[in-house]
């Protein structure tokens, strides 16, 4: 079985929380010099949430239109640019997901302990999943996420 939802529910409350803290520290590091007007906040691009696995992960990463992604794992919680080509891969990885004609949530098909549950919001709809739900359009998403962390944490 996976965690209790209402757990979760708290535990992403919590990392939610943090990740915000992380991305207003990251931008009081310095003040930057503008002549005119200031440009608009980068948007989210991508907000990846995977929890579980044999490891106990937790891991939260946001990705913004600007490239520029903040991270928190238990492991440690940080920043990086990704490259402007990364980026693009990304977005085209999420528009081929298609998160307009997904479901909300697609649960395990049998249970099992140490899953992994995904929440991945992208274009204002968020998609929920477990090890052995997730739809075959999600599956690359998921693995470029994961590499995308994996790489850079």
């Not at 079985?1 to 520290?25: D, E, H, N, R, T």
């Not at 010099?33 to 995977?50: A, C, F, N, T």
């Not at 990364?86 to 479901?103: Q, V």
């Amino acid at each position: 079985m996976g965690l209790p939802v209402c757990w979760k529910i708290q535990v992403s409350a919590a990392l939610s929380a943090l990740l915000l803290v992380l991305i207003f520290a990251a931008g009081c590091s310095s003040s930057p010099v503008y002549h005119g007007e200031k440009p608009p906040p980068p948007k989210i691009l991508v907000d990846y949430q995977r929890t579980g696995g044999i490891a106990g992960f937790s891991d939260h990463m946001v990705v913004f239109d600007t490239g520029d992604v903040v991270y928190m794992r238990n492991t440690g919680s940080g920043t990086f640019t990704i490259a402007r080509s990364s980026l693009y891969e990304l977005g085209e990885t999420l528009e081929r997901a298609n998160f307009t004609h997904l479901a909300p949530d697609y649960p395990a098909k049998q249970p099992g302990a140490d899953y992994f549950f995904y929440s991945i919001t992208y274009d204002g709809r968020t998609v929920t999943t477990e090890t052995g739900g997730e739809p075959p359009e999600l599956v690359p998403v998921i693995m470029r996420l994961d590499a995308l962390l994996a790489e850079h944490s």
